[in-house]
């Protein structure tokens, strides 16, 4: 076994990273591809769940930032900024501390899961709460970082974090020795989409695939612009990392949709949720809620005939389930108290 060297090593030709720089990398990327027993009989397609929840700091982010903070610090920036409904800032705060650079973040007050926030001010990042939704945050990045060149923007704006997240359909690929004939993804910003789809381009222009995927994009229904291709002006859904009303790579991600011949659809929060606790109950793989979504799609287009039976489908599960927390308790009953007492655990457990 040799050890897993993060995605800029493992995928150093396709990377923009200049030989002399300094590597920023906590090991992220090589995710587990998991066979999903229960979805596959569900939806009479051979089904595998992409986990991404297991890189470093819980998400995909990881891909992305690697090689953007690399680029910052080759570049000689100071620190790194951005705005996020949680996990790029979570992202952004740890690998700019391996860097040794300063980490700011603009996040939208009290939409922003609790574990997610623990991680930017376990990384000591500038955290600011702003009154507005993440699109006002992006708004607001951008602005600033282009104020202050000392910084560096780290969203998917920036297209080092692009090509690092196309590591995950080089992985995919390699993996599988094929692509899968359909890729489901939850879709927020639009920034992964966008770079799974590339991702996928590069192998099959370099003859490593004979066929690239159709891309299956799923938007919460309370938020999902490119479904009704309108922005929406106050997104909503209970999966806060996808609450986004004005995706910044909406041009992309159509041109993927279109030239995959792949859709985008909206799933309800009560699909996502069914999803997301099919995902712990059923298959044993806890995500976050905006993660769910794409399984929820998956459903939904196994149900609504759009997903052919018998096709190799992956879906990313983007995010750990331990990023929020609340939702996760949501309803859950209270634990049972027992004293010390074997027989009472036998009791409460109702062995015979
Ligand atoms: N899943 C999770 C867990 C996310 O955190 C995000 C985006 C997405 C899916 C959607 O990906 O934006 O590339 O379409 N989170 C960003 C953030 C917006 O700030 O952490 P996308």
Redesign the pocket.
């Known amino acids: 076994l040799t050890r897993w060297p993060g995605v800029i090593e493992a995928y150093r030709d396709r990377m923009p990273v200049q030989p002399d720089w300094t590597v920023v990398t906590l090991g992220e990327g090589g995710t587990p591809l998991l066979r999903a027993p229960h979805l596959s009989g569900q939806t009479g397609c051979e089904v595998f769940l992409k986990v991404d929840g297991a890189n470093p700091t819980g998400?995909?982010?990881d891909r992305g930032m690697t090689v953007a903070v690399t680029d910052a610090l080759a570049q000689g920036k100071q620190g790194v900024l951005?705005?996020?409904?949680?996990?790029?800032?979570a992202s952004a705060a740890a690998y700019a501390t391996r860097a040794g650079l300063t980490c700011a973040v603009l996040v939208p007050q009290g939409k922003i899961a609790l574990g997610?926030l623990a991680q930017a001010v376990a990384h000591g990042a500038r955290i600011l709460q702003i009154d507005g939704n993440?699109d006002d945050c992006l708004e607001l990045a951008r602005k600033t970082a282009a104020d202050f060149p000392v910084t560096a923007l780290v969203?998917?704006v920036n297209p080092a974090r692009i090509a690092g997240q196309a590591s995950a359909a080089y992985e995919i690929c390699d993996e599988l020795g094929r692509a899968p004939d359909v890729h489901c993804?939850?879709?927020?910003?639009?920034?992964?989409?966008?770079?799974y789809w590339a991702g996928y381009r590069a192998y099959l222009a370099d003859g490593l695939i004979t066929a690239a995927p159709r891309m299956f994009g799923f938007q919460a229904a309370g938020a999902a612009p490119l479904v009704h291709g309108e922005p929406v002006t106050a997104p909503e859904t209970i999966a806060t990392?996808?609450r986004?009303g004005a995706?910044a790579?909406w041009g992309p991600a159509v041109a993927a949709r279109d030239e995959s011949h792949g859709r985008f659809a909206a799933v309800t929060d009560d699909e996502i949720l069914a999803a997301y606790r099919l995902l712990s109950a059923q298959e044993g793989v806890f995500v976050?809620p905006?993660?769910a979504?794409s399984v929820a799609g998956l459903l939904q287009s196994a149900a609504d005939g759009t997903l052919p039976r018998g096709s190799l489908v992956v879906c990313t599960v983007?995010?750990h389930g331990l990023?929020d927390p609340d939702t996760a308790l949501l309803a859950a009953p209270e634990p049972t108290v027992v004293p010390i007492d074997p027989a009472a655990v036998a009791a409460a457990l109702e062995l015979a």
């Open positions: 998400s995909f982010k951005c705005a996020s409904t949680g996990n790029t800032s997610k993440f969203n998917s993804l939850p879709v927020g910003n639009a920034g992964n989409i966008t770079a990392a996808i986004i995706p790579s976050e905006a993660s979504a983007t995010g990023k």
